[in-house]
């Protein structure tokens, strides 16, 4: 049974993380994750567990959740390790690996708690502009984007209760032969394709009703409060780096 | 076949993160051969309850026994179509899951299921179709095609095909004209007077309720807040109010008529029966 | 007849014959009938989604490819399925969105949100993702979003069903002020006999056109034509039809005090 119905990890809040502007967010998150990778002794590494066990405070989100996604990749650390010994490479070595992982997982996973996809994917195309150059036309694939992501949380739900109202029926997905799987998965086919068919009709027209144009830029509706204070930690990082 | 729940919380993990509590201290034992109504705000609880008795969701905390069955966190059902089987669910908008091309096709299916072989199958095609009100001819009738009310008296023909000791409606009288509400009565009336069966329905549409249940329940931020005898339930019209709940009319009648000049009409189901009353009282 | 809607020999395949509907500015009409009527196809046909063999006025303008937006300014409306009134991920980017499009400034778009969600108390749910909203909160968010842009014209396609009793009269009685403060014309299509008690007309489709049209006091005299139509008398109406039948009240009464006052003087 899907027991998923929301796309993506948003969680909603309202911390300081939550609130800077996701473009900022995404072109840090790549700042840190490179340095992350190209430093790789165990000194800075100190530093990067600093600063992302700040974001995680800031982000307000419990840590039981954090460490939930961590314990999750836990098998991926102990074959690593398993690997790298048998190459021979030193204990603080092995060190580095693992936290190198973890604080680019952890960083990651702040920014995907943080930002809702809507905005993600707004960012996204922000920083995909420049591609506008070669007549790629960017504000009508983030309105694509945007509509085919709420498309699919509908169809999400939707599955979700057939998949109830099956089971009610007496389909129990686990004792049943493979024939039968293919035949039910026929059923539930058909009736997707036909609410998503009908779905999309009706959508289209709620779109004209709201009087959306074709060629309406995607609106930014948050008043995004600039912080520069990540940008300038790294950059500084990266001059640190340099020297 | 009785209901009854012990202790039973249920809370799901919202994308791990929030623990959304739908419902707490849940204890109630649903009569056998009754019809309650359970009714609350929307959001409330009432869809949960539902799906917990068909073993959809299994609690959190507590446990739900239905017949002979007792669902458990911990406890995994061995053959968890044998509940089923008992238990039909026609669900809010079952009109969405009309899986079939025709209607005999989709009265069918739930048979196909369970795997129950049945001699004269096409006599209980015949004869759920009639319980609902429908003649031979919907037979080969695409079900998608129908209207609403029909499409939802198809619903409730499907569970019916398995005959089900307990059967349980969430929200059925959503979009349906006063038409069909009145023939859904009628059916109900049928099943628990002679069939015995024992039937629960969530709804907000008290009018409704008053006209079919025995009894009420009624739920309110994940609690039971009342419950009873239909009639000691709905009279207390501003206790209900503060849940969101609004009184059935007939019964909000008879309360202004108490209240304003002190003359006790009784709690009646129906207008005819409150005229009686209103003549004697007048005259 | 200058402004409000009216539909004029209206045929469509077997739903409608020879259909004709007129309704004046600033009426609050319930639109009533049974199920598979065509009632929801009404909505969609003034809209312009479907092309029709029939007249179409909207505040006196026929209804044509050309002027199709225009026509939709004024209107606004509420759809049957709670999940079609969304287009955004959150009811406030749907807001948002809807009031650019018509060309609101960023101020202007704030104000107006905000002054909506109080009135309707549902600031905590506009930041919600729209799956994750119950039946009813949907509706009463959809219900905001069409009234966002001062509408002349509101359709509510059975836009209350999933409301709870006291959420609904709430919802109903501001509705009724609203057009009868802003004369704002409103059609509700309903299922639900008690709804046509807060209008004050009542149109009923049956055989393919209207058969009754007319004040409240009028439509409730007509109870077999009614139950014809698949329909049946709200509570006040039918007590008072019934109390009438016995001499002890004289005309059709609906409200519950002004009743208990007459019985028992």
């Not at chain 2, 739930?110 to 795997?115: E, I, V």
């Amino acid at each position: 049974m899907l027991n998923r119905i929301t796309i993506g990890k948003y969680v909603y809040g309202n911390s300081i993380v939550h609130n800077w502007n996701p473009i900022i967010k995404l072109v840090c998150s790549l700042f840190y994750i490179a340095s992350l990778f190209l430093f790789s002794n165990l000194y800075s590494m100190i530093f990067f567990v600093f600063l992302v066990i700040f974001l995680l405070f800031f982000s307000k989100i419990s840590l039981k959740v954090y460490l939930k996604v961590v314990w999750q990749i836990r098998y991926i650390l102990f074959f690593l390790i398993l690997f790298n010994c048998l190459f021979g490479t030193s204990l603080s070595q092995n060190l580095v690996i693992i936290l190198q992982l973890v604080c680019a997982l952890l960083y990651s996973t702040v920014v995907l708690f943080t930002t809702p996809i809507s905005d993600l994917t707004y960012a996204i195309m922000v920083l995909l502009s420049p591609l506008t150059i070669f007549r790629i036309p960017i504000p009508m694939i983030s309105h694509m984007i945007g509509l085919a992501l709420s498309f699919l949380s509908n169809m999400l739900v939707y599955t979700n209760q057939i998949l109830k109202s099956l089971s009610a029926r007496g389909m129990d997905y686990f004792h049943c032969s493979l024939m039968e799987k293919v035949k039910v998965w026929k059923l539930i086919l058909n009736l997707l394709f036909a609410h998503s068919i009908q779905h999309a009709d009706e959508i289209a027209n709620t779109m004209e009703i709201r009087l959306y144009e074709i060629d309406s830029k995607r609106i930014i509706f948050r008043k995004f409060n600039f912080s520069y204070y990540d940008v300038i930690l790294l950059i500084f990082h990266f001059i640190f780096f340099l020297l | 076949m009785e209901v009854k729940f012990k202790d039973v919380n249920y809370t799901y993990d919202k994308v791990n993160y929030e623990k959304k509590e739908v419902l707490k201290d849940i204890n109630i034992t649903f009569a056998d051969g009754k019809i309650t109504g359970i009714v609350g705000a929307s959001g409330a609880g009432k869809t949960t309850m539902l799906e917990l008795i068909d073993a959809l969701l299994l609690p959190s905390t507590g446990s739900i026994q239905v017949g002979k069955f007792v669902i458990e966190k911990k406890k995994n059902i061995k053959n968890i179509n044998e509940l089923r089987f008992q238990v039909g669910l026609v669900f809010q908008s079952p009109e969405e899951q009309m899986f079939e091309n025709s209607v005999r096709d989709e009265l069918e299916m739930g048979l196909k299921f369970y795997h129950y072989k049945l001699d004269k199958k096409e006599e209980r095609v015949l004869d759920a179709l009639k319980m609902v009100g429908l003649d031979s001819s919907y037979l080969d009738k695409n079900p998608q095609k129908l209207s609403q009310g029909e499409k939802r008296k198809i619903a409730i023909a499907s569970i019916l095909m398995i005959n089900p000791n307990v059967l349980m409606l969430d929200e059925p009288t959503i979009g349906l004209d006063p038409e069909s509400k009145q023939s859904l009565i009628k059916l109900l009336r049928i099943l628990k007077n002679r069939f015995h069966k024992t039937i629960l329905i969530a709804s907000h549409d008290t009018d409704f309720l008053l006209s079919i249940v025995d009894d009420v329940v009624v739920l309110h931020r994940k609690k039971i807040v009342m419950q009873g005898n239909k009639y000691d339930v709905f009279k207390e019209t501003k206790q209900l109010k503060q849940y969101g709940i609004k009184a059935p009319h007939i019964i909000e009648f008879s309360n202004i008529v108490l209240n304003k000049k002190n003359v006790r009409l009784g709690y009646r189901d129906e207008i005819k029966d409150l005229m009686k009353d209103i003549y004697r009282h007048v005259k | 007849m200058e402004n409000g809607i009216e539909i004029k020999n209206l045929n469509y395949g077997a739903l409608f014959h020879d259909f004709q509907l007129k309704v004046k500015k600033g009426t609050f009409l319930s639109l009533i009938g049974r199920n598979g009527c065509g009632k929801s196809m009404l909505v969609k046909m003034i809209l312009g989604f479907i092309s029709v063999d029939a007249t179409i006025l909207v505040d006196g303008f026929a209804l044509n490819k050309k002027n199709k937006k225009q026509i939709r300014k004024k209107i606004g409306v509420v759809f049957e399925t709670p999940d079609r009134n969304f287009v955004a991920e959150t009811p406030r980017e749907d807001m948002i969105a809807f009031l650019r499009n018509i060309g609101y400034s960023q101020k202007e778009i704030q104000k107006q949100i905000e002054d909506f969600s109080k009135e309707l108390e549902i600031q905590d749910l506009l930041d919600c993702s729209v799956s994750s909203l119950s039946g009813g909160e949907k509706q009463l968010v959809a219900l905001a979003t069409a009234l966002l842009h001062k509408p002349s014209i509101l359709l509510l396609d059975d836009a209350f069903s999933m409301l709870d009793g006291v959420k609904k009269e709430k919802m109903l009685k501001w509705i009724k002020k609203l057009n009868r403060e802003k004369k704002v014309t409103v059609i509700q299509i309903t299922n639900n006999m008690e709804d046509t008690l807060y209008g004050n007309e009542i149109a009923v489709i049956d055989n393919q056109k209207i058969i009754l049209q007319g004040s409240k006091e009028t439509v409730f005299q007509e109870e077999r034509l009614l139950q014809q139509a698949g329909l049946e008398l709200p509570f006040m109406a039918s007590l008072s039809m019934k109390l009438k039948f016995y001499d002890l009240i004289d005309t059709v009464i609906l409200d519950m005090d002004q009743m208990v006052n007459v019985l028992w003087k």
